[in-house]
């Protein structure tokens, strides 16, 4: 386990946060989803809120930690593509390639099935695995992130806050469309209406890259007014879904505070990231420090793997649970570990960063 000791502790400890919690919303799936996609009520749906609300907030934290480290994109755009896609394209498709043959040997679909899902991979994850729509996204800011960079490079301060306010401004559209079912040019003929290109994930990487720019060194005011954003976005994001259980049918209709895309839920995100982001360890070759550290490392491979693992405890263990009260924290500590114990174990074979990243 070869780190090296210039890592930013505060941030690896972002990612290990952000990929634990992934799996921990993974995990609460089995009790609020039912067939279908419609929403299992009761008590288990109460605590997976309970769990799970700041949940929400993983995947935003990858996406700023991406803009933090990918932003500005300098050199050309060649090798920075073949070394970004050798790192996340290839294992990406491999694994798409493993979960088509695991529902085979799951029994779910026929071998022609995995055949032909294998070859569906350019279209659309290969196979119903809903947690690799995230690299999709990836790829796209990917993509974007050399056109986007001379602006950031030659932007001022004020103009980077002028496209974040903007795109603060849109992550209120799924609140607004409560009571307008289309605003600022939307209609069924015309998908790209007013603000369309301030919306989506791209915020959250620039919001990354400002944060690096700005704020990257230690403010007093950043640990408060985290916990301030954290507790407040939290909120509005468990009372939604709390409200909405009793009455929703759909879980597209129940998770609408739980949606990448709103104000909460980049509050949150925003909130964990000051608070941590420079927290430091006395002793960077200690255990902890060597583990996160490695961890954070790995968490690419972690996601990638987790739902076999997922659900290969949840069939073995759920006899001996009587509810997600107990079993969503448990099982997701479960297959975090187990996880990072796979992932750290394929790390020796030869090539294995085209299987982990």
Known sequence: MEISSKRNFGLDLLRVIACYLVIQVHAGEFFYIGEGGTVIPGIDSFWVNVYNSVGRAAVPLFVMLTGFFLLPVKGEMKPFFRKRFSRVLIPFIIWCALYAFYQFFMGKVDFQTACINVLKIVINFGTEVGHLWY???????????????????SASRKSIEFFLAIWAVTLFLPYIHLVFNEVWGECFWNPTPMLHYFTGFLGYAVLGYYIKAYWNKPQKWNFPVGLLLLVAGYFVTYYGFSERLNTSEL?????????YGTINVAMMGLGLFLMLKNVEINNSDSFVGRIVTDISLKSYGMYLLHIMLLNFFYTYLEPYFS?????????AVITFIASYLVIYALSFLPKSKYLIG
Not at 135 to 153: E, K, N, R, T
Not at 324 to 330: G, H, I, L, Q, T
């Open 135 to 153: 690299v999709y996204m990836l790829i796209g800011l990917y993509l974007f992130a050399p056109i986007i960079s001379p602006w950031i490079q």
């Open 251 to 259: 879980v597209s209709d129940l998770e609408l505070t739980w949606g």
């Open 323 to 331: 509810g997600a009260v107990s079993f969503v924290p448990c099982l």
